[in-house]
């Protein structure tokens, strides 16, 4: 292997599966996605302490690959919920992997995305980095107020995503990222939305919290009726979290997370479920618009990105409501693995300098 070739392995782990992609260089030789047992999950105390069972079974699809841990130059990962951070590539640090596994900051999967990384670099010596992380946080002063001095905005979102695609598309358009003003809707289980202006993103709609309802989650709440719900007696902290961040949404409404089958349910003539699609529609449209309020109106395009984003008449329903704000593109898909592949490549070539988590 030249000096100059670097074979990485990056790791995005999700709720009940893990993505795993194996890159020469900026190439794609191999991506698939790791199945778990619910029942063996389910045994775990937390998340973070999944990641030895998640990473046996990663080294297990390495090695039908045709790949030892010896074949790498560096494992990166999905960064997690940590403090707020700059946009960039990050090695992973004890103090990083301890902040991880407390869960100060929320459970997700995306925690155990460093923690993978560590744990299959350390076995041959390797560095492991984590890039543009959940936390990313460049908001603007005025973006962080809430309207309840014990409460900021938190920039939490898809960041490793929207910016990867926003790079992407300055990239088509010949231009660079620091040139343009985008909108950019991740489209996925959860819904992250961003306003980009001098190549940083300096307003987000944090999934976790606030925004439209998505296949899984609840959004924005009224917050007093919801104020109501936590004091009923009948939920505690976590029951009411695991509703909102994972039993809310679609599947609320209609039993199902699966979008091709409430479009079927429309089509077999279900009023709900027409309703309840053309709800969250309406939604994801309304907070587009209050992010080009952001921009001022004045921005160059409106882009569209994650799972959700492959759906055509999702896209074009989004596009009746919501062109009239400017041009709408489409990057459908989750190109993290990619992200996180070039974002490593970046520090290994010397092109930029791992930050260090502190």
Not at 39 to 48: A, D, R, T
Not at 133 to 150: F, H, K, L, Q, Y
């Amino acid at each position: 292997m030249a000096q100059s070739d670097y074979i990485l392995l990056a790791v995005d782990p999700g709720n009940t599966t893990t993505k795993i992609g194996i890159f020469r260089n900026d190439k794609s030789v191999h991506t698939t996605s790791v199945s778990h047992d619910d029942s063996v999950l389910g045994k775990f105390k937390c998340v973070y302490d999944q990641k030895s069972y998640r990473a046996g079974l990663i080294l297990k699809e390495l090695a039908s690959a045709g790949f030892k841990t010896g074949d790498l130059s560096c494992c990166v990962g999905r960064g997690g919920i940590l403090k707020p951070l700059k946009s960039g590539t990050y090695r992973v640090n004890k103090k990083m992997l301890g902040e991880l596994a407390e869960a100060a900051r929320g459970e997700h999967a995306s925690n155990l995305g460093a923690a993978i990384a560590d744990e299959i670099a350390s076995m041959a010596g390797l560095p492991a980095f984590i890039v543009d992380p959940v936390c990313v946080d460049e908001m603007a002063d005025i973006a962080r107020i809430s309207g309840w001095s014990e409460i900021n905005r938190e920039s939490i979102s898809h960041a490793l995503n929207m910016k990867a695609v926003a790079k992407r598309h300055a990239k088509n358009m010949g231009k660079s990222y620091s040139e343009l003003r985008l909108v950019i809707a991740h489209l996925g289980s959860g819904i992250s939305m961003s306003a980009h202006e001098n190549g940083m993103m300096i307003d987000v709609i944090n999934p976790r919290d606030e925004g439209p309802f998505s296949p899984e989650r609840a959004g924005g709440m009224p917050s007093l009726l919801l104020a109501k719900k936590c004091f009923s007696g009948k939920y505690n902290y976590k029951s009411l979290e695991k509703i909102l961040f994972g039993g809310g949404g679609l599947y609320s409404y209609l039993g199902t997370r699966d979008l091709k089958k409430v479009e079927e349910m429309i089509a077999g003539g279900d009023k709900k479920a027409c309703l309840i699609y053309d709800a969250m529609v309406y939604q994801i449209a309304k907070f587009i618009g209050e992010m080009c309020t952001v921009l001022c109106g004045k921005l160059d395009t409106i882009l569209l990105t994650g799972g959700m984003a492959h759906d055509t008449r999702l896209c074009e329903e989004i596009k009746k409501r919501a062109g009239f704000l400017g041009k709408i593109t489409i990057y459908p898909g989750e190109d993290e693995l990619q992200a996180l592949a070039e974002g490593a490549l970046r520090v290994l070539r010397g092109e930029e300098t791992a930050l260090e988590y502190t």
